[in-house]
């Protein structure tokens, strides 16, 4: 059979209109439940400046916050997919805490066939999470960081020593700080020098920089798993970075069989994962720990050790260099703190520094490591005070960054205040005004 212009004409036709049809389907989702949100455009949702690289998801978010400021939920797309952006601090505290329940699963996409190492704690869905959380939570107790401060403190006198050569040099303080923070988690989560602020090319810095990395292969897998997930299931293995992967499995499997063979307990991560491994495996039918779901944990403990500290270090550097009465008022705490101590640094010590801690705070506040936080249903859900619905596996995104930058919560919020954070200004606003760590049974270990 021979078909003529015509006909094919009329064949195209249709798979465009299929393809339109299918592309927009769900566009009215959000109006049908008197949801209002920004106008979605096919192939794209209303994400497109995310899906482009333009904007941050929390970048992105804050803007919609800004447009959307009064209204307590705001519906968006995610290409074909809604998701529901809750303004509301009632809503968003129902989620996070009180109906925690119908919430328990970050909905962020896991992928452990493409990309092993995503299986991690903080991605993990929650049945395997309610398994791992409080099996893995005791190794950062107040009682074991205190019991550590010693390494945290030989680490800081490794770069006092490495300050003091550079002898009034111009200096990189996020690198600085990326260096400190991954000596600092090596050896106090996983017992290991990693000599990043002695060597800056040495294996533990050279895969942190990989982590964060934005390179061709990290950009293509973005865009394809992103436009075409078809594709990316059958080509996405070829996206992964497996060199990083194999290095945490190698790292995670030698240095327990080390520990073991050697009778080495030092009440860290990493016994803390060789315990699990040893009194779980598969018993009474709980979830079997292999040596690559191990080390997924292995490197989100790695990563948020040393990337979001190192962040907020030289982010807060940068404020204090900025506001020198701010600056001079914490010195001056720090020279008391260390009196009363004999100059000596220790972990009671640093807690009672009350003004340490508000410069941080409000750090987290203005630079939040983590600026949306994500739920995802598991469950048909009605929010409470109004008549809207979810489906099991509904998306809800917070905008934690756009909510700390809200000039009703924090007035002039580019300021840098760290007296937002006494006591009394804290009492004075509503408790979900500020989400660096999150909130609830799922937020920051």
Partial sequence: MVFGAV???????????????????????????????????????????????????????????????????????????????????DLIKTVLIKDFSYFSDRGLGMDEVHEPLSAHLFSLESERWRLLRPKLSPAYTSGKLRDMFYLLKQCADQLEGYLADLDGQSVDVRELAARFTTDVIGVCAFGIEANAMKDEDSIFRRMGRRITATDLKSSLRFLVRSFAPLLYSWIGHW????????????????????????????????????????????????????????????????????????????????????????????????????????????????????????????????????TSIMRKSTAPYTFPGTKVSIPTGTRVWIPNFGIQRDPRYFPNPEVFDPDRFTEEAVKSRPQMTFLAFGDGPRNCI
């Fill in 7 to 89: 006909e094919v004409a009329i064949g195209v036709a249709i798979l465009l209109l299929i393809l339109y049809y299918y592309s927009t389907a769900t566009y009215n989702f959000w109006s049908d439940k008197g949801v209002i949100g920004p106008q979605p455009v096919i192939f794209f949702g209303t994400i497109k400046e995310i899906l482009r690289r333009r904007l941050s998801i929390g970048t992105y978010l804050k803007k919609v916050y800004d447009e959307y400021r009064d209204e307590p939920m705001v519906g968006i797309y995610a290409r074909r997919e809604p998701i529901l952006v809750l303004h509301d601090m």
């Fill in 239 to 370: 996206l992964v970075d497996w060199e990083l992967n194999d290095f945490f499995v190698d790292l995670t499997r030698d240095t327990m069989e080390y520990r073991k063979n050697n009778k080495i307990v030092r009440h860290d991560f990493i016994d803390q994962l060789r315990e699990l491994k040893e009194a779980t495996n598969n018993k009474n039918g709980e979830l079997e720990l292999t040596d690559q779901l191990l080390a997924a944990q292995l490197f989100v403990f790695f990563l948020a050790g040393f990337e979001t500290s190192s962040s907020t270090m030289s982010n807060c550097l940068f404020e204090l260099a900025m506001n020198h009465n701010i600056r001079d008022r914490l010195r001056e705490e720090i020279r008391e703190c260390l009196e009363s101590t004999n100059y000596e640094w220790t972990y009671e010590g640093i807690k009672e520094m009350k003004y340490l801690d508000r410069v941080v705070k409000e750090t987290l506040r203005k630079y939040p490591p983590v």
